[in-house]
Structures are given as C-alpha cells and as structure tokens.
C-alpha cells in the first residue's frame, strides 16, 4: 500500500541549529502514528512542514505519492510553487497547541470560514458541514458564541472541527492537550480518540500523554537528538523499550 506520507531523509536546520538530521518516516492510510519525545527533538518541526508551515532543509516529503515541498521538472528536484503548495495544503489539518481560532469570529464562523474561501463552499453548504463536525465534537450549541467565551477544552474542540472540515487526508495533532488546565485534557482526548475510531484518515499524534499515545496509535516513534530513536508497536515502545534514551524517558512518567 502506498504510503499517505513518507520523509526520506529529511534535514531540517534553523541557522546553525540541525533540528532534525536525516529523518525517514512512513505513515499509512489511515495509520495513526503517535510521536514522543523530549521537548526541543524537531517534533512540532516535522509536522509543520507537512502542513507547509516550515521547509524542508533537505530530502523529500510525499503527501499521497506526490511531492510536497519539490517537484521534478525533468527528472531534477526543484522547489514547488506557491500554487502547488497551496493544493497540498489542503490534505493536511493541524491542531496547535494554541488553538489559534479567530477571536473576532463567531464559532461557527470560525469553522466555516477556510470551507468558503479556500474550496469555495456556499455559505449554506459550509454551515452544514460545519455544523456536522461541531456537532461531533459535542459543540453544536455554541456556533454563535465568541472564543473568548470558551472553556479551553471547548477552544481546542472547537479547532479539531475546524481542522475536520476540510476532510484533509491526514491531522496533525500537536500537544493539543499541552495548554490545557488537567481536568479539561479528558474531552480533548476522549474527542481525537473518536475520530481517530472512525478509522478513515491518517494522524500524527505529537504527544505527551503516553497513556492516550498507546490506547490510540497503531504505532508510536520516539525521537530525540533530530532522529527517530525507536519505533513499534505500543506494547513494544512502552513495555519493552530497547533503547537507554527511551528507557530513561518512559521513567518520566512512571
Ligand atoms: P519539539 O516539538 O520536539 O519540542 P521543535 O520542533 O518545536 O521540537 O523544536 C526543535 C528545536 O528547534 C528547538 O530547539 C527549537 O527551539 C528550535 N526551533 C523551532 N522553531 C524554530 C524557529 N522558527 N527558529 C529557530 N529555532 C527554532
């Protein structure tokens, strides 16, 4: 089965800083891959440039057997254009830390708007889909409330929704939980987990909550010092780590 991403060799630097040094990673259609790691391994980086927040300092990224970052003008590798990066773009969903909704925007609002102005959606057809997907994440009687207004939990619902929307072919989950006060993680969570039940569309899991990392993923990666450390199933990498760094890590949250 063709991989719905694969890295080959991917380098990332900021300045003199190598965040991340050779990485290959294949995921799946709708494989949900879980990511650990200790803070400052290039987590965050490796799923920013699958939404094509950051670029690539080396190798490829494939999105659903094309390039993403590159495309091949006679058998060469150059850069991609504006026009193909936005198409891509709108494969991938991501979930900050953040939330980074709107302010301004009603939440209905907020969800509807990338329907309308990025695939041109009529106002009605993107408050139905809207609708639907807030009604999935247990949200559906605050579409005219402002975020402001939003328990954090309820903020974080709110941007999964906007993210499903789109119906991208892979999310990315970014320590969504991070920001949150402890008794709020538990909808957050129990909301992914849903989704990810459904079974359809490929995650990435950036995560700190190891407990939900092994209920949810098919397979977890560790990675530390700009590389993936070790990877498998997650009976393997939580009850059976084989490396010292991993063993040393996983103590953290005994
Ligand atoms: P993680 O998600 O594993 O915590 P990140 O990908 O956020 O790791 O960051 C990896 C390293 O890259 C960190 O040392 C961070 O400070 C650095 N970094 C991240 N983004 C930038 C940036 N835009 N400019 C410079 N350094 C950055």
């Not at 991917?10 to 803070?39: F, Q, R």
């Not at 670029?55 to 991609?80: C, F, N, Q």
């Not at 009850?239 to 103590?251: A, I, N, T």
Request: proline share 5%; net charge negative; hydrophobic share 40%.
């Amino acid at each position: 089965m063709q991989p719905i991403v694969k890295y080959t060799n991917v380098t990332k630097k900021y300045g003199d800083l190598e965040v991340l040094s050779g990485v290959n990673l294949e995921i799946k259609p709708g494989e949900k891959v879980a990511m650990i790691g200790p803070s400052g391994s290039g987590k965050t980086t490796l799923g920013r440039m699958l939404m094509t927040l950051e670029e690539p300092t080396s190798g490829t990224i494939e999105l659903d057997g094309e390039l993403l970052w590159h495309t091949r003008v006679k058998g060469r590798l150059v850069r991609a254009n504006e026009a193909h990066l936005h198409r891509m773009r709108m494969n991938v969903g991501m979930v900050f830390q953040h939330f980074n909704l709107f302010p301004h925007m009603t939440v209905l609002r907020n969800v509807t708007e990338a329907p309308r102005k990025v695939l041109g959606l009529s106002k009605e057809e993107a408050e139905e889909r809207a609708v639907s997907m807030l009604r999935k994440v247990g949200l559906d009687e605050k579409l005219i409330v402002y975020p402001a207004q939003l328990s954090g939990g309820q903020k974080q619902r709110v941007a999964i929704a906007r993210a499903l929307v789109m119906r991208p072919k892979v999310m990315v989950f970014d320590e969504v939980t991070s920001a949150l006060d402890p008794e709020l993680v538990g909808e957050v969570l129990e909301v992914i987990r849903e989704i990810a039940d459904e079974g359809e569309m490929a995650m990435l899991l950036i995560t700190h909550e190891m407990d939900f990392a092994r209920d949810v993923a098919d397979r977890v990666i560790f990675g530390a010092d700009g590389t993936i450390v070790e990877e498998g199933p997650p009976e393997a990498i939580f009850d059976d780590p084989q490396s010292e760094r991993l063993q040393m890590f996983l103590k953290r949250f005994r």
